[in-house]
Nanobody, 124 residues
Framework: QVQLVESGGGLVQAGDSLRLSCAASGRTFSMLTMGWFRQAPGKEREFVAAISWSGGSLYYADSVKGRFTISRDNARNTAYLQMNGLRPEDTAVYYC?????????????????WGQGTQVTVSS
C-alpha cells in the first residue's frame, strides 16, 4: 500500500510561482511513475505532468509545458511540481498520483494511488 500526501498549495496572484510537494510512503517509491493531475470545480480531472521512476522521462500537458516542472527526489520519497507563471485558469485542486506500471502516463486509470489533493487558487 502506498499513501500520498500533497502540500504547498495556496492563494496567489497571476504570474506568481508555487511548488507543490507529494510525500509518499513505502520503500518502493523509486519504482513508481509519479504524476500530477488537477481538477477545477465542475470539471473532469486532467493530466498535468508525469515523471518516470528514474526521473529521466518527463511529460507535460500542453497547457503547462514551459511553465511547470515535475521532479522527484527518491531519497526523500517526494515528488514535486514547480509551477511558474501561474494563470487564473490554473486554479484547481492538484492531485499527486502514483503508478506501478503502464505507459499511458496521462490516463487516470493507469494510476494506482492518489493523494487527497491540495488547492491552488490564482487570482487575476
Amino acid at each position: 500500500q502506498v499513501q500520498l500526501v500533497e502540500s504547498g498549495g495556496g492563494l496567489v496572484q497571476a504570474g506568481d510561482s508555487l511548488r507543490l510537494s507529494c510525500a509518499a510512503s513505502g520503500r518502493t517509491f523509486s519504482m513508481l511513475t509519479m504524476g500530477w493531475f488537477r481538477q477545477a470545480p465542475g470539471k473532469e480531472r486532467e493530466f498535468v505532468a508525469a515523471i518516470s521512476w528514474s526521473g529521466g522521462s518527463l511529460y507535460y500537458a500542453d497547457s503547462v509545458k514551459g511553465r511547470f516542472t515535475i521532479s522527484r527526489d527518491n531519497a526523500r520519497n517526494t515528488a514535486y511540481l514547480q509551477m511558474n507563471g501561474l494563470r487564473p485558469e490554473d486554479t484547481a485542486v492538484y492531485y499527486c498520483a502514483a503508478s506501478l506500471g503502464g505507459t499511458s502516463y496521462d490516463t487516470e486509470h493507469e494510476y494506482d494511488y492518489w493523494g487527497q489533493g491540495t488547492q491552488v487558487t490564482v487570482s487575476s
